[in-house]
């Protein structure tokens, strides 16, 4: 049963496709989103799949929150096989990215507390529900922002930092069976990108591609799948780079 945590400022639509692809292969999707609404769609479509899926509305930022959905999922299904942490915000300003000097602290951290804060609070939640049954999957979404200059100061920040914790907390749930690995996108064509993407941006990211494309939610939801999946039970501490070989680390 896949949990899945976003919120719409960033990740919607990549949130839609990963919980679709899992709902190929579980029988239970739980979806989650700062709005309620939101993750109601994504439920229904789930359920006119033949699904079942429950919507839970959360603030990944709140540790309340986060301890509620956590306690709501345990209540209604008894366990929690696969988390996927999709939820993200990326910094802007008229349209641009801000440099560090630009970038305030408020928005500094307001980012962290999304990016890496959030994810922080709900694989603490979950591992104990994993940890009951031996058995689970950890999949968190930074970028390849988290190694490279792609990105703004902030976001770019938060995903390293959530880089760094998968591959803390994959050392210390291993030895209860449970695997905790990265996907790492470059740009995914999202609403939100499109609104970053000028033509110049657009053919500059592709003559950096050698796939000679932009990434879809559809490759970011394949990779997932696997890393969800029984067959990668002996894959963890990983990054799964989704880049089309825009970013390839030696």
Not at 75 to 101: C, K, Q, W, Y
Not at 216 to 240: M, R
Request: charged share 20%; aromatic share 4%.
């Amino acid at each position: 049963m896949p949990l899945i945590t976003a919120m719409r400022q960033a990740r919607e639509p990549v949130r839609r496709g990963i919980a679709l692809r899992l709902g190929n292969d579980r029988t239970s999707v739980v979806v989650c989103d700062l709005r309620g609404d939101l993750a109601g769609r994504v439920s229904d479509e789930l359920a006119a799949r033949g699904v079942q899926a429950l919507a839970l509305t959360c603030d990944v930022t709140d540790e309340a929150a986060v301890a509620r959905m956590v306690a709501e999922i345990d209540r209604r299904f008894g366990r929690l096989d696969v988390l996927v942490n999709s939820a993200g915000i990326l910094e802007t300003a008229a349209g641009a990215h801000p440099t560090l000097e630009s970038l305030s602290l408020d928005t500094w951290a307001r980012v962290l507390a999304v990016n890496l804060i959030g994810p922080f609070l709900v694989c603490r939640a979950a591992a104990p529900l994993m940890k009951r049954h031996h058995y689970g999957r950890i999949v968190n979404i930074p970028s390849r922002a988290a190694r490279t200059r792609a990105g703004p100061p902030a976001y770019s920040a938060s995903k390293g930092g959530l880089v760094a914790l998968s591959r803390v907390i994959a050392g210390e749930l291993g030895p209860f069976g449970i695997t905790v690995n990265c996907v790492a996108p470059s740009r995914v064509a999202t609403e939100l990108t499109a609104d970053l993407s000028s033509p110049e941006i657009i053919a500059a990211k592709l003559a950096s591609t050698p796939m000679g494309r932009i990434g879809e939610v559809d490759d970011v939801a394949a990779a997932v799948a696997y890393l969800a999946s029984d067959d990668a039970g002996f894959v963890t501490g990983a990054i799964v780079d989704v880049s089309g070989g825009s970013f390839m680390p030696s």
